[in-house]
């Protein structure tokens, strides 16, 4: 019988095989459908965070599974009112590992994941283990032809009468929105209006000439120097020749740079060297332009973004003309805070990138490291634009970020006080254990907040399977041996 001058605290009965405890363990917890465990009630409880989606790790406090994704929260699910998402967190915290966890689940459900402008090359690695594709792009090693975005022209071949001439047209906006992009970054000022107007113009005489043959810049260039009765109408020359010269002359200028003779010239004056396959999952690699040269990054980023959702409006008009199954995108754009930060009006360039055509069933995901990344651009409306980039997502990821965040992130989205301290606190550093010379991972590497509008986050940790490609080092050149006269250095930076 039970102890009965036993302390509360105690459990079971004393002697051999008693069951004597000061501690009552938790009981196992298993995972399993209403069907396989309907045996079991009373003794089953519903899960407390969403089994729809694609699995990214188990909630932080009471250790659910969490499936989480913005393409099954948006079809299946319907927790949020459009397949995107806004990724952001201090560097090294796992946001990359966190969308090629989605690449690797939309793989399994027929989703095809575009990289659309890998900065450091590192998705390269998933993309082949998917028999993806990799596009190298840079100065002497690879071209893009904003002029023939994603290789649309070609699908114009297949389409005829309303259709045809609906993507005709998207073809012309986008050409004019890339262009309109790469001249900002090439000035670092937006092109007039009389500027664009000719553009524009000059554009649809080149249609007219080439048709769905791929014109280059300095095709365009060319017809800016012949200057066609139709452009000189929009240009206001009044007929006299010398005033044309005058009204052209700065965007001749940005048409040189842009056609082999200047610094962008090298990457956007040619026909593109590889072009997308709209069937197989594909990552725009451009590591080899170098950090220092924020605009060409900047422009290179602009020009894979456009090229990719051109690709994705080619293929749903082929699937509307029924010359090709329809297919179902997740588009990827990293390094979000270097294209808005390459001049003035640039939020308005990314929005006309990204905003067309997300009826198509196209999901995507903005990638960048803070909110500041956003308040820090110079014009004040650019600034609420750029705000509005997480506002109309429909989730959104928030890693470890510093104190100093928090209140704009708050502005954009609703967090609690507790929301924020758990953010604050996975934003410091890993500890340095003298000892051994290894430093620990910092305390928020893998874990994030799901946001979804006003509600309560879901806080959880990215969990990692052993069949899976080890997570992208981003440190990795300080990990490589340090060599000095010939021997590896064993301590210190050389």
């Not at 040269?293 to 980023?301: G, M, P, S």
């Not at 997740?330 to 009826?359: C, H, I, P, Y």
């Not at 909110?371 to 509005?388: I, N």
């Not at 928090?406 to 500890?431: C, F, T, Y």
């Given at each position: 019988?039970?102890?009965?001058?036993?302390?509360?605290?105690f459990?079971?009965?004393?002697?051999?095989?008693?069951?004597?405890?000061?501690?009552?363990?938790?009981?196992?917890?298993?995972?399993?459908?209403?069907?396989?465990?309907?045996?079991?009630?009373?003794?089953?409880?519903?899960?407390?965070t969403p089994?729809?989606?694609?699995?990214m790790?188990?909630?932080?406090?009471?250790?659910?599974?969490?499936?989480?994704?913005?393409?099954n929260?948006f079809?299946?699910?319907?927790?949020?009112?459009n397949?995107s998402?806004f990724v952001?967190?201090?560097?090294?915290?796992?946001k990359?590992?966190?969308?090629?966890?989605w690449a690797?689940?939309?793989?399994?459900?027929?989703?095809?994941?575009?990289?659309?402008?890998?900065?450091k090359?590192?998705h390269?690695?998933?993309?082949?283990?998917?028999?993806?594709?990799?596009?190298?792009?840079?100065?002497g090693?690879g071209?893009?032809?904003?002029?023939?975005?994603?290789?649309?022209l070609h699908?114009?071949?297949?389409?005829?009468?309303?259709?045809?001439?609906e993507?005709?047209?998207a073809i012309?906006?986008?050409?004019?929105?890339?262009?309109?992009?790469?001249?900002t970054?090439?000035?670092?000022t937006s092109?007039?209006?009389?500027?664009?107007?000719?553009?524009?113009?000059?554009?649809?005489?080149?249609?007219d000439?080439?048709a769905?043959?791929?014109?280059?810049?300095?095709d365009?260039?060319?017809?800016?120097?012949?200057?066609?009765?139709e452009v000189?109408?929009?240009?206001l020359?009044?007929?006299?020749?010398?005033?044309?010269?005058?009204?052209?002359?700065?965007?001749?200028?940005?048409?040189?740079?842009l056609?082999?003779?200047?610094?962008?010239?090298?990457m956007?004056s040619?026909?593109t060297?590889?072009?997308?396959d709209p069937t197989?999952p594909?990552?725009?690699?451009?590591?080899?332009?170098?950090?220092?040269?924020?605009?060409l990054?900047?422009?290179?980023l602009?020009?894979c973004?456009?090229a990719?959702f051109?690709?994705v409006d080619?293929?749903?008009?082929?699937?509307r003309?029924?010359?090709?199954?329809?297919?179902?995108?997740?588009?990827?754009?990293?390094?979000l805070?270097?294209a808005?930060r390459?001049?003035?009006g640039?939020?308005d360039?990314?929005?006309?990138?990204?905003?067309?055509n997300?009826?198509?069933?196209?999901g995507?995901a903005?990638?960048?490291?803070?909110?500041?990344?956003?308040e820090?651009?110079?014009?004040?409306?650019?600034?609420?634009?750029?705000?509005?980039?997480?506002e109309?997502?429909?989730?959104?990821?928030?890693?470890?970020?510093?104190?100093g965040?928090?209140?704009l992130?708050?502005?954009?989205?609703?967090?609690?006080?507790?929301?924020?301290?758990?953010?604050?606190?996975?934003?410091?550093?890993?500890?340095?254990?003298?000892r051994?010379?290894?430093?620990?991972?910092?305390?928020?590497?893998?874990k994030?907040?799901?946001?979804v509008?006003?509600?309560p986050?879901?806080?959880?940790?990215l969990?990692?399977t052993?069949q899976?490609l080890?997570p992208?080092?981003?440190?990795?050149?300080?990990h490589?041996p340090?060599r000095?006269?010939?021997?590896?250095?064993?301590?210190g930076?050389?």
């Amino acid at each position: 019988m039970a102890d009965m001058h036993a302390p509360a605290r105690f459990k079971g009965f004393k002697g051999p095989a008693g069951g004597w405890s000061t501690v009552v363990q938790a009981p196992n917890e298993w995972r399993a459908s209403t069907a396989q465990s309907c045996g079991l009630w009373p003794f089953s409880v519903g899960a407390g965070t969403p089994m729809i989606g694609v699995p990214m790790g188990q909630q932080l406090f009471t250790g659910s599974t969490l499936c989480c994704d913005p393409i099954n929260w948006f079809m299946r699910a319907h927790l949020i009112s459009n397949p995107s998402a806004f990724v952001l967190g201090k560097p090294g915290l796992g946001k990359s590992t966190v969308i090629r966890r989605w690449a690797v689940g939309y793989a399994h459900q027929g989703v095809i994941t575009m990289f659309l402008g890998d900065v450091k090359g590192e998705h390269v690695p998933i993309i082949k283990a998917l028999g993806g594709q990799v596009i190298t792009l840079g100065p002497g090693i690879g071209s893009i032809n904003v002029l023939d975005p994603g290789g649309a022209l070609h699908a114009l071949d297949s389409l005829t009468g309303k259709l045809r001439e609906e993507l005709h047209n998207a073809i012309h906006t986008r050409r004019r929105n890339m262009l309109r992009a790469l001249i900002t970054i090439s000035r670092g000022t937006s092109p007039t209006q009389r500027e664009g107007t000719i553009m524009d113009r000059a554009l649809r005489v080149l249609d007219d000439r080439f048709a769905t043959r791929s014109p280059l810049m300095s095709d365009l260039l060319g017809i800016i120097r012949e200057a066609p009765q139709e452009v000189r109408a929009v240009a206001l020359d009044r007929g006299d020749d010398a005033r044309y010269r005058d009204i052209t002359e700065n965007l001749e200028s940005s048409l040189i740079d842009l056609s082999g003779s200047g610094d962008m010239g090298d990457m956007f004056s040619n026909h593109t060297s590889v072009q997308i396959d709209p069937t197989r999952p594909v990552v725009f690699d451009i590591h080899a332009i170098n950090e220092v040269d924020q605009n060409l990054r900047a422009a290179a980023l602009m020009a894979c973004w456009d090229a990719g959702f051109a690709a994705v409006d080619a293929n749903h008009y082929l699937a509307r003309q029924g010359v090709a199954p329809l297919r179902h995108y997740f588009l990827v754009l990293d390094e979000l805070w270097s294209a808005l930060r390459s001049g003035s009006g640039m939020v308005d360039r990314v929005d006309q990138v990204t905003r067309l055509n997300r009826t198509f069933g196209v999901g995507q995901a903005l990638i960048t490291h803070t909110m500041s990344d956003l308040e820090s651009l110079a014009e004040p409306q650019d600034r609420m634009k750029a705000k509005g980039f997480v506002e109309r997502s429909g989730m959104v990821l928030c890693g470890g970020l510093p104190e100093g965040e928090l209140p704009l992130l708050n502005q954009a989205i609703s967090v609690s006080r507790v929301e924020m301290d758990l953010l604050k606190s996975w934003s410091d550093p890993g500890a340095w254990d003298e000892r051994s010379g290894v430093e620990s991972d910092p305390p928020g590497r893998g874990k994030f907040l799901v946001k979804v509008g006003g509600r309560p986050g879901i806080p959880f940790h990215l969990k990692l399977t052993g069949q899976e490609l080890d997570p992208n080092d981003t440190n990795l050149l300080w990990h490589a041996p340090r060599r000095t006269n010939g021997q590896e250095a064993e301590h210190g930076i050389e």
